[in-house]
Each structure stands twice: as structure tokens, then as C-alpha cells.
């Protein structure tokens, strides 16, 4: 028997819960983050959308395009507070709940008292709108890609089915970036070769799959011909622990830059301590005044975990990194985790 996979994806959450909260935004083009002139719009209205605003777009641009558009701060702890509400929803269809966002979850009805996908989305459409007065768009299939294709289907608020008797037909038209796995760079190449649609790819031998996409040639493969033999997974560890800021002005002055690192250190250790975590391999990022995307890391041979450790390594990645351009935003992470009580279990 196949599986039956809901996406679950809220439409634009946070500027839908600042216009549940405060009733004079609805229907107006609400922008949240980007409150200052060198900040990035987190996410928005629809009212918004029409304008062209979209996530991770900068303020300025955000303001160019649409200029009645209203900024608001981000508040994290208001979206996480409606947010595990709507997650207490899940766990009344299913206890398979695959977290991908504090918006965004997969969840496998194979331990649910719902006989069918659609009776569960309409179950979880209706709680969420009447609790919470938001709406969401819920894709469902047999699969995790084609569950989230569905859910982008007929945004916002909608249901969309794909079933296996749908396929391949209902893929061909597709744009081929709309292929999970697929990324920028590869889609540029198989433009070049005047590849554009999915229809145009499925034409393609197993070969060339591999030959042209490397290691996950066959996964794509698959995945356009309907497989997509990933689980949905009930709990997903935290694979990083970053902060990363907007700078009020441009600098490549290091000095000024380590400052910031103080300050990142600082609260990813706070963080640590608090999930009982250290990790190996820390990651410098920062964006160009002309929004170039560089990144550098360095993996240890020893777990860290402490402020002055994180901080030192920041340090090192930033001084033998060679900043020639100002930067507009700088950040730090780590990853690679060990957990600390697993270790202390093995010692005994």
C-alpha cells in the first residue's frame, strides 16, 4: 500500500500572524523584517508579492518596488508561539512530523486515524483558520517531492492531490528548477543545453543523468519519474548553530569585524550549553557590499564548544581570509556535533 505524505506550508506566516494581531494590516502590503534601510525582507504579504517584494530581498529594493509597503520588525517569539500551536494540530493527525521549518513540516499518515490525505488537510486547514485565524497549503502524494510540489500548487490556502496515475504528465510542463536537487548551477548547465522543462529531461537516458549531475544523477532520475525513496524523519537534529548580522555600514576593517565575532561566539555557546553540544567545524560567511555570497571553514581535530575556542577560530578563518571588497553582512556557525551525553554513555 503507498504511503500518503502531507506537505504542510504555512502562507506567508509571518506577515499573516502580524495581520491576525493587528487587524488594520489586513489586506495592505505587509513586509516583515528589512525595518532599516541595510536590512533583508524575512518574508511578506501577498499584497506584498504583487509589487515584486520576496524573501531575502534587500529593504532598499523592497521599498523601491513597493513603496506603501509596511515594514515591521521580525518577532521570533510570537512566530515560534503560534507556531507549536499549529504543530499540537499535527500531532492530533500523526506522530510522524518531520519539522523542516518553524512553517513547514512532512507528515506520514501511516500511523493516523485519517483514512485519506484530503480528510487530514481539510482537518488541519479547518483547526489552524478557526484557532488561529491562518490559512495554509497542504500538498499531498505518496512521496515527500511530489507531497511538496503539490503544496506550491495552488498557493495561497489550497489542497492539491498527485497521484501516481498523474505521472509523468503532470511533471512535463514544469520548469526544470521546480526538481528538488536540482540547484542554480545545474540548471544553468542543462539550459545551455537547451534542456528547460522537465518533459525535455525525462528524455534523457540513466547515462546522463550521471555523467551531467554527478552522485545524485540518479536520484533526479527518479525523482521525475515519481520515486523518491526518502522517509519522513520524526526527528531532525539541528545540523548548525550560526549568527549572522547586517552591518549598519560596509567595513573590511577586522578589527571591527572581530567585534562582531565576540558577540556570535558568545551566544552560540549559550546555545550549546543549552542542547548539550559541540561540534569541530566552524564556518566564517559574509556578503560583499555588492551581495557576493563567500563562505570559509575549517574543521578540528577536537570537538569545541567554549566562547573563547568558537572565538578564536572565528578569528583565524577572518584573518587568513583575504577581505579585499567592504562587506555588507558578516556571520559565524558551527557544526559537525557530538552530543555530550552520548559520550559520557560511552564511557561507562
Known sequence: MKKIILHVDMDAFFASVEQVDNKSLRGKPV???????RGVVSTCSYEARKYGVSSAMPAFIARQKCPTGIFLPVRHNRYKEVSEKIFKIFREVTPLIEPLSIDEAYLDLSESTFKTGEEAAKYIKTRVYRELGLTLSIGISYNKFLAKLASDWNKPNGI?????NMLPDILFPLPIRRIHGLGKKACEKLNNMGIFKVEDLYKMDKEFFIKYLGKYGIEIYERIRGIDKREVKVSRDRKSVGKEKTLKSNTNNIDELKEYL??????INEILDKTDKSGRTITLKYKTGEFQNHTRSKTLSKYIKSFEDIYEVGCELLEETP??????????SISSFREEKEVQLKLF
Open 31 to 37: 513586509i516583515v523584517g528589512g525595518v532599516s534601510e
Open 160 to 164: 492539491k492531490i498527485i497521484d501516481e
Open 262 to 267: 565576540i558577540e556570535f561566539a558568545k551566544k
Open 323 to 332: 577581505i579585499e571588497e567592504e562587506i555588507r553582512l558578516i556571520g559565524l
